[in-house]
């Protein structure tokens, strides 16, 4: 099983509601990603979990809150957004970030509407 | 400062033609090179990935070349099918403090026309 798979597929939410993006991988894979990507434009790191710890945090405003459950599980936890969160939020995960040449597993990603 | 470029931004093919998109990095220290095919509203898939000493990698259609010496890569793609209509994504791993640190380029809208 090689797949990543992102729960929803499509959210609308005001910016008030508080929801939650889900991310599963059954690859025994220790690292994994949350990335954020507009329109036309390449994904932008904003965390990373490594061994179901949080290693790094691109600086991300305090309204995305990610949470790693267990080795297979990541979530990004949303609350009181702005619009221009609005985007597609890609999970991915890889064997380890520590190696040279792992590679990283994109999910569908989740699009997301912010009202 | 860590950066990948990629020419051209968009192209339009005829179906079947072949076709090459350019990647030119500026990254240190060197991990590794990808290249990503991104379908619209989907999360990239993996086409090849190379390291330093690695000058070619095949995948089916897709061929990848890589210069370390330039830092230049190239994707090339024969007999394109309308399902290659999609963006190529050069993406360049860094080395930081252990971590491997991915370097996007902007990508080539590719569309191909029957």
């Known amino acids: 099983d090689t797949e990543v798979t992102q729960t929803p597929k499509h959210l609308v939410m005001g910016m008030t509601n508080k929801k939650s993006l889900k991310c599963e991988q059954h690859?025994?894979?220790?690292?994994m990603y949350w990335y954020k990507q507009k329109a036309k434009k390449p994904p932008e790191l904003m965390f990373v979990?490594?061994?179901?710890?949080?290693?790094i945090n691109e600086s991300v405003p305090s309204r995305f809150s990610p949470e790693c459950p267990n080795s297979s599980l990541l979530n990004l936890h949303l609350h009181a957004l702005q619009p221009e969160d609005s985007a597609l939020y890609l999970c991915?995960?890889?064997?380890?970030?520590?190696?040279?040449?792992?590679?990283?597993?994109f999910g569908p990603g989740t699009r997301l509407t912010v009202t | 400062k860590n950066q990948v470029e990629q020419s051209p931004q968009s192209l339009i093919i005829l179906e079947g033609k072949n076709c090459t998109l350019q990647?030119?990095?500026?990254?240190?220290?060197?991990?590794?090179l990808r290249w990503y095919k991104q379908d619209t509203g989907r999360g990239p898939v993996s086409l090849t990935i190379?390291?330093?000493?690695?000058n070619t990698k095949s995948n089916g259609r897709y061929t990848a070349t890589l210069d370390a010496d330039t830092k230049q890569s190239s994707l090339h793609i024969t007999a394109s099918q309308l399902s290659d209509s999609a963006s190529y994504i050069c993406?360049?791993?860094?080395?930081?403090?252990?971590?491997?640190?991915?370097?996007f380029g902007a990508g080539t809208r590719l569309a191909v026309h029957p």
């Open positions: 979990y490594s061994y179901e710890k949080l290693s």
């Open positions: 990647c030119n990095y500026t990254v240190s220290p060197f991990s590794n």
């Open positions: 190379m390291t330093f000493s690695e």
């Open positions: 690859m025994g894979h220790r690292a």
């Open positions: 993406v360049v791993s860094a080395r930081s403090g252990g971590y491997n640190k991915l370097i």
């Open positions: 991915a995960s890889s064997h380890g970030p520590r190696t040279g040449s792992y590679e990283q597993y």
